[in-house]
């Protein structure tokens, strides 16, 4: 792991984002806990957490703000959001056939891209990091 406090942050933060997502899909699955609403406040609170830190450690450490996007980062967080992109359009598709045979109602659909949305880029991203691609 590195000792790099922004590079720490990012990884925590993206681990945080998907744990939660994760949490929540399941407890959907399952029928237990929370209604989906306080899990998307949920999962929010992380995310706005996740920013927050993330903009002080920017500004507390910038020289490891600078190091941490080195080129192989940057390119990891590019792969990222570009698998995060094909899977939302993957999943989108799949929740649109489902609506269209009457097996899914559409805003459930609609709102269930958004936890793919949220939690692929950095479930992608941790990954990266667990393979050695990023830091």
Known sequence: ???NPVSRARLFGSAAI???????LIAAVLSIGPSGLVWAG???????GYAALSFVLHLSYPDAA?????????????DSLIFGFWA???????????????????AMAFY??????GAVPPAHY????LRGRAE
């Open 1 to 3: 792991m590195s000792a």
């Open 18 to 24: 998907v744990i939660t997502t994760l949490a929540a």
């Open 42 to 48: 949920i999962i929010g609170a992380v995310a706005l």
């Open 66 to 78: 600078e190091a941490a996007w080195d080129e192989q980062n940057t390119v990891a967080h590019r």
């Open 88 to 106: 939302v359009l993957w999943v989108f598709l799949v929740f649109l056939a489902l609506s269209l045979t009457g097996r899914m109602d559409p």
């Open 112 to 117: 269930w891209l958004g936890p793919v949305l």
């Open 126 to 129: 941790v990954v990266s990091v």
